[in-house]
């Protein structure tokens, strides 16, 4: 029984990873109705530019390699970068596509994609990094001495991280003004810029916050496996939690994402050998899949009426 | 002056419907055709039947497959590789398993089974539409990929998954050589593309815009919806069956199910992007240029840097470009290629006194 709950708890942790994907995914469908296929592009990016200064800062200010400032320095030039990556996509991508059909902007996004790994690679070069965090990834020990179950620090941290994340984002999209204007920009472009809301601001604003996002996520992710090419992966995983929780809700992405993480490792564990294994990648689709053909606009999504 | 059709009076419906009504057109497609039938076989040379024409032509084909699915019935489609491996895979083994099998035969009912899982995969289209049905058709990408690697009978249990595509015979004349294969899969794709292009003037295929431009008026018009939806998933993927076949039998000759991959399916996506949407001579013009750029690229880099070109820089500059292009060709042109060559035409028509 142990076991069973080692690889629940492994899932669900994993999950919380996906789910910090899937949140950059929601943010942005949420505010500008774009289904930003380039998200995974945009956590290599990050990941990759945070490693990047990270190495070339002590070189350049004679800090001492790997300590804190250089550290929280290379954290905020990154960010920085999201942020005007984010500006330029923006401004050189979405603002000639507005009132385009969803699918032409999702196709830019595909090429967003391409752009950005090609980008990311050409600046930092494509190796392998290695990124610490500074907390370690080993079993905390009152869990395993109480409960034999094996649950990671790392994982725990990265859980709670977002959390935190996901709690303040929720609050930011309910109760201030920029959230609003948020909202209204993602029901309707048109409407919302007749009443005097700014667009390229809303839109600005969401990829700044999307990016952030994204670093963090790359930051979480690239410290768990190290920052490679195979992060942009990681919006393939994110996709099926967001079909599952609804593409428009922060909490769904969250529950979504604990539902694709658990089933996922459980079904490796225990249907896999059954079928020669190997069903992760796929399996978190058909579930999604078979989920949608119940219920199309998933767990948390908002129901969409057509009219002619 | 050389392109105008005044004097050219249509005296019947039949001439009024005809695929090509202005005569320059009739005859400048014949051309092209005996350029590419006769001509081509006598002046190319190996690498460029090998490596260039042939898998222009396939992926041609392959794109008029997707162009069918997200260009006329306007369901987008990220799995079309795996519907390609469906193809492949399903040639092999009617031809390995069913003694004398024409190659033909073999092709088509490849193609037939790509159709069938096709179809399968469309089903959710019934219900979700838009990117959910983008990010579910991944899960035939995944999903069919994984199949044949980890099922060995796909492959005549081979244990690495890869497939050795049989001789290609027909009527007992075997296609060996370069020009032979060359003029087979031109034959087949010429064929197909005819038929794709009056499938598109047809009910099926106005029933398929229908239901792009808006379902549910769609709907309310008396069209099935479901019906319209299915055919274009079932020939779409059958498209992309032959074009998984050729890409096995006269491209490649041995191929592995992880070369079906989800970068291929998207490569066929810039096709149709680049080519345009919605157009069967875009399909060509786009899987042209897709197959051509990152020759001409590495020409050119070859000649800027020589010898000292740094390593990796190619790639990269590839997939930015890749990735520009399409952000650019989206916003300033989005019916692609295809659209260009038709605003051609109509400046051809009046040149050269244009008003």
């Not at chain 1, 960010?79 to 902007?105: C, D, F, W, Y």
């Not at chain 2, 605003?343 to 051809?348: A, D």
Request: aromatic share 14%; glycine share 12%.
């Amino acid at each position: 029984m142990s076991f069973f709950f080692e690889v629940l708890i492994g899932g669900l942790l994993s999950g919380v990873l996906y789910a910090l994907v899937a949140l950059g995914f929601v943010l942005i469908y949420k505010a500008s109705g774009v289904f930003n296929f380039a998200q995974g592009a945009m956590v290599f990016f990050a990941a990759l530019t945070f490693v990047g200064f990270q190495q070339v800062l002590p070189g350049w200010t004679g800090l001492e390699a790997g300590g804190r400032t250089v550290f929280w320095l290379a954290f905020v030039l990154a960010l920085a970068s999201m942020v005007v990556l984010g500006i330029l996509t923006e401004k050189v991508v979405l603002r000639p596509l507005v009132n385009q059909p969803h699918i032409t902007l999702f196709m830019a996004t595909i090429g967003l994609t391409f752009l950005v790994e090609g980008i990311a690679q050409a600046i930092w070069g494509a190796n392998v990094h290695g990124l610490d965090l500074g907390i370690a990834d080993e079993p905390i020990e009152w869990v395993m001495d109480s409960a034999d179950i094996i649950v990671s620090k790392f994982d725990v941290f990265a859980a709670t991280l977002a959390g935190a994340l996901v709690a303040s984002l929720a609050l930011f999209f309910q109760y201030t003004k920029v959230g609003r204007a948020l909202r209204a920009v993602a029901d309707d472009h048109q409407a919302a810029l007749s009443i005097g809301i700014p667009l390229q601001h809303i839109w600005a604003i969401v990829w700044a916050v999307a990016g952030f996002v994204a670093l963090v996520a790359g930051l979480i992710w690239g410290a768990r496996s190290g920052v490679q090419f195979a992060l942009t992966f990681t919006a393939l995983k994110a996709l099926p939690v967001l079909i599952l929780g609804g593409f428009t809700s922060v909490p769904g992405a969250i529950v979504g994402g604990l539902i694709i993480g658990a089933s996922e490792k459980l079904a490796e564990v225990y249907v896999g050998p059954m079928v020669g294994g190997g069903i992760e990648g796929w399996f978190p689709y058909v579930l999604a899949l078979g989920f949608l053909l119940v219920r199309p606009e998933g767990l948390f999504g908002e129901k969409h009426i057509d009219r002619v | 002056m050389l392109y105008r059709e005044a004097g050219q009076f249509k005296a019947s419906y039949q001439e009024d419907q005809q695929i090509f009504p202005i005569r320059q057109d009739r005859m400048g497609f014949a051309a092209i055709l005996a350029f590419f039938f006769l001509v081509v076989p006598m002046i190319a040379d190996q690498y460029w039947l090998q490596a260039i024409l042939i898998p222009v032509l396939i992926f041609s084909l392959a794109a008029i497959g997707l162009n069918i699915l997200t260009g006329y019935a306007g369901q987008l489609s990220l799995g079309s590789a795996a519907f390609m491996a469906v193809g492949a895979f399903g040639a092999y083994n009617f031809m390995l398993r069913i003694d004398g099998m024409p190659f033909i035969v073999g092709v088509v009912l490849g193609g037939l089974c790509a159709a069938a899982v096709g179809v399968a995969f469309g089903l959710p289209s019934l219900r979700i539409k838009g990117f959910y049905l983008a990010v579910a058709t991944l899960a035939a990408q995944f999903f069919i990929v994984w199949a044949l690697v980890k099922f060995p009978w796909f492959s005549n249990n081979a244990s690495s998954g890869v497939i050795t595509a049989q001789r290609v015979e027909i009527l007992g004349y075997a296609f060996d050589t370069p020009v032979s294969k060359y003029l087979l899969t031109l034959a087949i794709v010429a064929v197909l593309a005819l038929l794709a292009k009056n499938l598109v003037r047809s009910t099926t295929g106005r029933s398929w815009m229908a239901v792009r431009d808006m379902d549910v008026a769609a709907e309310v018009i008396g069209i099935r919806p479901m019906h319209a939806k299915l055919t274009a998933f079932a020939v779409s993927s059958f498209y992309c069956g032959v074009a998984g076949a050729l890409y096995a039998y006269t491209y490649l000759g041995t191929v592995e199910p992880e070369g079906f991959s989800l970068d291929l399916s998207f490569k066929i996506l810039f096709m149709i992007i680049i080519g345009g949407v919605g157009s069967i001579m875009g399909s060509f013009l786009g899987a042209a240029f897709i197959v051509l750029l990152p020759i001409f690229l590495n020409v050119v880099m070859h000649s800027a840097f020589g010898g000292s070109m740094p390593a990796g820089l190619g790639s990269n500059l590839e997939l930015i470009i890749f990735g520009g292009l399409i952000i650019f060709f989206l916003i300033v042109e989005p019916h692609g290629l295809a659209r260009l060559w038709q605003l051609g035409k109509e400046k051809l028509r009046l040149w050269p006194f244009p008003h």
